[in-house]
């Protein structure tokens, strides 16, 4: 059995992050899962509850420094020092750039990105406390992609990941390492109950009006038909969690690597064609 962990996650209500915390409850380790809003702890506690789990739920805003510092201070006070940190809280924005406001666009890295930043700045001195520490940030495929009508989402990712990479330099001096999570579509809520669409996505007079219904309904169809299992990350969480000397860049399921490798290594003009092609073309 691998030796127990003191966990911290965040966005745990639904998702991956909830997902996330169940497992790595199951599998012995003591799971601090907070999230945004407590009001929807139901599903996580129902979920462990049939695992016959513990785990720890707190309030925990990612964009509010106040409620992060209120975390810090119980986790020290309560455990003394830090094993994990899961950035996982997330949306995904949905909308053509010029459908989207500025404020959509801020509020996108608020918490994808800044957030981030804002929980491991707080966390820092408590994982530093553990040689070896972790800190896992959940990023996605569009980390290293770019695909029509995600320009904002993927531009918090891509930030995320430039700053995961720094930060992973930087903390190597002090035993605490940085990796990635980057998997593609799963069927979870981050793109149902917690995807946000851009302020004029349903605008008729918008000139993308047509495209982005097209795009939507591509979208959430092939979502609704995914297979792919979403324990899988968590799996691979629990996997990297207890490794010594796990890679930086983490990607889960075959397609994404494919997708990864293709992006990495073919011309750009070829990535560009297939984009357009499969998702432009038909509403032309």
Known sequence: ???????????????????????????????????????????????????????????????????????????????????VLINNAGFGMAGFFEDLTENDIREQMETNFFGVQNVTRQMLPLLKQKTGSKIINISSVSGFTASPSFSAYCASKWALEAFSESLRFELRFFG?????????????????????????????????????????????????KNTKDPQDIARLTEKLINQKNPPFRNIPDLSSKLIYVFRKYSPFWLYSWIIEKAMLRKCK
């Open 1 to 83: 059995m691998s030796e127990q962990k003191k966990v911290l996650i965040t966005g745990c209500s639904s998702g991956f992050g909830l997902i996330i915390a169940t497992h790595l409850a199951s599998c012995g380790h003591k799971v601090i899962a907070t999230m945004r809003n407590l009001e929807k702890e139901g599903d996580l506690l129902e979920t462990a509850k049939d695992l016959q789990v513990d785990l720890e739920t707190l309030h925990l805003d990612v964009t509010d420094n106040n409620s992060i510092s209120v975390v810090k201070e119980h986790i020290a006070s309560k455990y003394g020092n830090l094993d």
């Open 176 to 224: 605490v390492d940085v990796l990635l999570i980057e998997p593609g579509s799963y069927k979870t809520k981050i793109f149902f109950e917690n995807a946000r669409l851009a302020t004029n996505f349903y605008n008729k007079e918008s000139q993308y009006y047509q495209l982005s219904q097209h795009l939507k309904n591509t979208i959430d169809s092939s979502i609704s």
